[in-house]
């Protein structure tokens, strides 16, 4: 830190109760009052150096005792600041710093201690000492940058505010990565929130501090104040590509870390500040306030370019933003940018609380969800408008080209076309982790009994069918909504089975759908009958011993050989010990391409099993073997079914 020494007298003020006064055999004929001080002075050293004073003097005839009384209202810098320039008045040394050089610079513009008045005056030395030392060093030109928040009307007119923001932003962009660490980072010996886990807004990522050695200005101008600090930012933006794009995010997750409260622990606090009255509540909301805007203005810095800050990051901003009923745009602008890069989210990211429904006519518990799940909606609809992408197919040459070979032009072609092709791919992959984030969100939502079912489906089919290559993870969501919602009607169970796809249902998780009396008939037939032809086809291609009891008992009734002689020892009824551990299990003939189509009514059920099940009698020993609900179901399918061939 750099420092200035002026005068070379000795300090000759002293204190009597509430006045100051100069040690001196001549008389004062000079009194200054300010902020409830009264300064004892001599005219012939202030005056000849200040020229308001001057003005003051010829200006009042107010004396006191042969003494001119002067008041100094409004003083900028108050009682520390003016004794600064009265000392240098009388050339008593005094000692300037990026502590106090803009309390003096100011006081020194207040008293008008110009060149025009003496030469060497105040504020000509302080400009060179601003201008040749304060500017000049690192830790100098933000100190100094932070002292303006006390004076920030008379730093704006006297450039000091502007000449640091540009004094940093050329140290940064001079060398954005090549530089020593800064001081905090050094004092802190690369450490930075260690144990507090993910508890930050933007959790603790240890790992990413290793980083951090590039970005050695960071942590530094973290300590600026968010009006300076937005200027700041936009200084070091404005050199273009000099600085990453990553530096600068990783300069907004710490400022984020440094000033954004702990959302982890404060949902409580944000919601009771909401509900809350009296002074508590007009503290919290005025920090609420401070908060909303560092959040807002932290998300007009975030750099355009993919990957300049972590998925989980945004995310935490965004249930920042929830928390602090953030301006729409900004909710908007931080779900389009999660939707470039959702995929590399996680299940506990998304879980974003939502705020009270605070209208009071509003009885309706619609809104009044644990998690916001409009909100991962948005972002989820955000993804799927990135992933909208041209075809890809590649544009064929014409006989021309073939015969005269590839020309440049044809090159640059396949170019674009193996770009498209990874882009094209990169895509696929995306949706396909996109598709597990969603199902794994969904088993979250699900337990909540005030999640209504079109919000839950809603957000079942806004994923790609082709997304979800097994559908496990889809089913158990939906076995726990229909556990946590028991009122659903039969049209709202149907209704919310639509999106499961039997077909993408591996062996455990049929087994499991086989006895779950929570879904609706139909589903258990579809998952009966597809489970039949997956075992057909399986036996069908060599011998089988490990299929669910309840298929091996169709296919003993079925008369095939294999089975004969295991329909009994498989009567029992299956234990539900569905895991969805098991990967995949794609079907290898076009019976598993089959989709069974039934009509709403138990007659059109039995008419579509009536050429299946009802000619086959062999089929009703198998029901002896199935496991209780499906024997009831497909027993009343079968009288159904007989019913309709008497008729016939």
Same mark, same amino acid.
């Given at each position: 830190m750099k420092f200035m020494k002026l005068g070379s007298r000795?300090?000759?003020?002293? #204190?009597?109760?509430?006045?100051?006064?100069?040690?001196?055999?001549?008389?004062?004929?000079?009194?200054? @009052?300010? &902020?409830?001080?009264?300064?004892?002075?001599? $005219?012939?050293?202030?005056?000849?150096?200040?020229?308001?004073? @001057?003005?003051?003097?010829?200006?009042?005839?107010?004396?006191?005792?042969? @003494?001119?009384?002067? @008041?100094?209202?409004?003083?900028?810098?108050?009682?520390?600041?003016?004794?600064?320039?009265?000392? *240098?008045?009388?050339?008593?040394?005094?000692?300037?710093?990026?502590?106090?050089?803009?309390?003096?610079?100011?006081?020194?513009? *207040?008293?008008?201690?110009?060149?025009?008045?003496?030469?060497?005056?105040?504020?000509?030395?302080?400009?060179?000492?601003?201008?040749?030392?304060?500017?000049?060093?690192?830790?100098?030109?933000?100190?100094?940058?932070?002292?303006?928040?006390?004076?920030?009307?008379?730093?704006?007119?006297?450039?000091?505010?502007?000449?640091?923001?540009?004094?940093?932003?050329?140290?940064?962009?001079?060398?954005?990565?090549?530089?020593?660490?800064?001081?905090?980072?050094?004092?802190?010996?690369?450490?930075?929130?260690?144990?507090?886990?993910?508890?930050?807004?933007?959790?603790?990522?240890?790992?990413?501090?290793?980083?951090?050695?590039?970005?050695?200005?960071?942590?530094?101008?973290?300590?600026?104040?968010?009006?300076?600090?937005?200027?700041?930012?936009?200084?070091?933006?404005?050199?273009?590509?000099?600085?990453?794009?990553?530096?600068?995010?990783? /300069?907004?997750?710490?400022?984020?870390?440094?000033?954004?409260?702990?959302?982890?622990?404060?949902?409580?606090?944000f919601k009771k500040v909401e509900s809350g009255s009296g002074?508590?509540?007009?503290?919290?909301?005025?920090?609420?306030?401070?908060?909303?805007?560092?959040?807002? #203005?932290?998300?007009?810095?975030?750099?355009?370019?993919?990957?300049?800050?972590?998925?989980?990051?945004?995310?935490?901003?965004? $249930?920042?933003?929830?928390?602090?009923?953030?301006?729409?745009?900004?909710?908007?602008?931080?779900?389009?940018?999660?939707? *470039?890069?959702?995929?590399? /989210?996680?299940?506990?990211?998304?879980?974003?609380?939502?705020? =009270?429904?605070?209208?009071?006519?509003?009885?309706?518990?619609?809104?009044?969800?644990?998690?916001?799940?409009?909100?991962?909606? &948005?972002?989820?609809?955000? *993804?799927?408008?990135?992933?909208?992408?041209?075809? #890809?197919?590649?544009?064929?040459?014409?006989?021309?080209?073939?015969?005269?070979?590839?020309?440049?032009?044809?090159?640059?072609?396949?170019?674009?076309?193996?770009?498209?092709?990874?882009?094209?791919?990169?895509?696929?992959?995306?949706?396909?982790?996109? /598709?597990?984030?969603?199902?794994?969100?969904?088993?979250?939502?699900?337990?909540?009994?005030?999640? =209504?079912?079109?919000?839950?489906?809603?957000?079942?089919?806004?994923?790609?069918?082709?997304?979800?290559?097994?559908?496990?993870?889809?089913? !158990?969501?939906?076995?726990?909504?229909?556990?946590?919602?028991?009122?659903?009607?039969?049209?709202?169970?149907?209704?919310?089975?639509?999106?499961?796809?039997?077909?993408?249902?591996?062996?455990?998780?049929?087994?499991?759908?086989?006895?779950?009396?929570?879904l609706p008939l139909r589903v258990v037939v579809q998952v009966?009958?597809?489970?039949?032809? !997956?075992?057909? /086809?399986?036996?069908?291609?060599?011998?089988? #011993?490990?299929?669910?009891? &309840?298929?091996?008992?169709?296919?003993?009734?079925?008369?095939?050989?294999?089975?004969?002689?295991?329909?009994?020892?498989?009567?029992?009824?299956?234990?539900?010990?569905?895991?969805?551990?098991?990967?995949?299990?794609?079907?290898?003939?076009?019976?598993?391409?089959?989709?069974?189509?039934?009509?709403?009514?138990?007659?059109?059920?039995?008419?579509?099993?009536?050429?299946?099940?009802?000619?086959? =009698?062999?089929?009703?020993?198998?029901?002896?073997?199935?496991?209780?609900?499906?024997?009831?179901?497909?027993?009343?399918?079968?009288?159904?079914? !007989?019913?309709?061939?008497?008729?016939?």
């Amino acid at each position: 830190m750099k420092f200035m020494k002026l005068g070379s007298r000795p300090d000759i003020f002293h #204190t009597n109760e509430a006045v100051r006064s100069v040690c001196s055999e001549v008389s004062s004929d000079l009194i200054v @009052q300010l &902020n409830g001080c009264r300064y004892l002075l001599h $005219k012939f050293p202030m005056l000849s150096k200040c020229l308001h004073l @001057q003005r003051l003097c010829t200006e009042t005839n107010e004396s006191h005792h042969h @003494q001119q009384l002067v @008041q100094l209202p409004d003083f900028p810098g108050g009682i520390e600041a003016f004794e600064l320039c009265a000392k *240098f008045c009388y050339g008593i040394t005094i000692t300037l710093s990026s502590y106090n050089l803009v309390s003096a610079r100011c006081a020194a513009e *207040f008293l008008q201690m110009t060149e025009d008045v003496e030469k060497g005056n105040m504020i000509y030395k302080i400009e060179v000492f601003f201008n040749s030392c304060i500017l000049q060093g690192w830790k100098d030109s933000i100190v100094t940058l932070q002292s303006t928040k006390s004076f920030p009307s008379w730093s704006e007119e006297l450039g000091i505010t502007s000449r640091c923001i540009e004094a940093i932003a050329s140290k940064v962009l001079a060398n954005p990565s090549k530089m020593n660490l800064s001081h905090s980072y050094s004092q802190r010996g690369g450490r930075e929130n260690e144990d507090d886990g993910d508890l930050s807004c933007n959790g603790s990522e240890s790992q990413r501090y290793k980083a951090l050695a590039k970005g050695w200005w960071a942590e530094d101008i973290a300590e600026l104040g968010i009006d300076l600090y937005w200027r700041t930012m936009i200084a070091i933006k404005s050199g273009g590509k000099t600085v990453p794009s990553n530096l600068i995010g990783e /300069a907004l997750r710490i400022y984020a870390s440094r000033w954004l409260p702990n959302v982890s622990k404060e949902t409580k606090i944000f919601k009771k500040v909401e509900s809350g009255s009296g002074s508590d509540s007009d503290s919290g909301g005025k920090m609420t306030s401070k908060h909303r805007l560092i959040l807002e #203005t932290i998300t007009s810095l975030i750099p355009a370019e993919k990957g300049a800050v972590s998925c989980s990051f945004l995310l935490k901003l965004l $249930k920042a933003a929830n928390l602090l009923n953030a301006s729409a745009s900004s909710k908007k602008e931080l779900s389009r940018r999660i939707g *470039f890069q959702l995929e590399q /989210a996680k299940v506990s990211d998304l879980l974003i609380p939502s705020m =009270p429904n605070t209208n009071d006519d509003d009885d309706d518990d619609y809104n009044n969800t644990v998690l916001d799940v409009d909100i991962v909606s &948005n972002v989820l609809g955000a *993804f799927m408008l990135k992933g909208q992408s041209p075809p #890809t197919s590649p544009v064929r040459g014409n006989d021309g080209l073939e015969r005269r070979g590839r020309s440049r032009s044809a090159e640059n072609l396949g170019e674009e076309v193996q770009e498209r092709r990874r882009s094209s791919s990169a895509s696929h992959g995306s949706k396909l982790k996109v /598709a597990k984030l969603v199902d794994g969100y969904l088993q979250e939502i699900a337990t909540d009994a005030n999640l =209504p079912l079109s919000k839950f489906v809603a957000l079942a089919e806004a994923v790609p069918e082709f997304a979800r290559v097994v559908h496990d993870d889809l089913y !158990r969501a939906i076995d726990i909504y229909l556990k946590a919602h028991p009122d659903l009607n039969k049209s709202e169970r149907k209704q919310l089975c639509r999106v499961l796809d039997c077909k993408k249902l591996s062996m455990e998780a049929c087994m499991h759908a086989a006895q779950n009396e929570l879904l609706p008939l139909r589903v258990v037939v579809q998952v009966l009958f597809f489970e039949q032809s !997956r075992a057909g /086809a399986a036996v069908s291609s060599g011998p089988v #011993t490990d299929l669910p009891s &309840n298929i091996k008992a169709l296919l003993a009734g079925n008369g095939d050989p294999t089975f004969s002689t295991t329909s009994a020892a498989v009567a029992a009824a299956a234990e539900d010990q569905w895991s969805v551990s098991g990967g995949p299990k794609s079907p290898k003939s076009k019976l598993s391409t089959l989709r069974m189509r039934l009509a709403e009514e138990d007659d059109d059920l039995g008419e579509s099993f009536s050429n299946g099940i009802g000619k086959s =009698p062999s089929k009703v020993k198998a029901l002896c073997s199935l496991p209780n609900r499906p024997k009831r179901m497909l027993s009343k399918l079968w009288s159904i079914s !007989r019913s309709v061939s008497q008729k016939n």
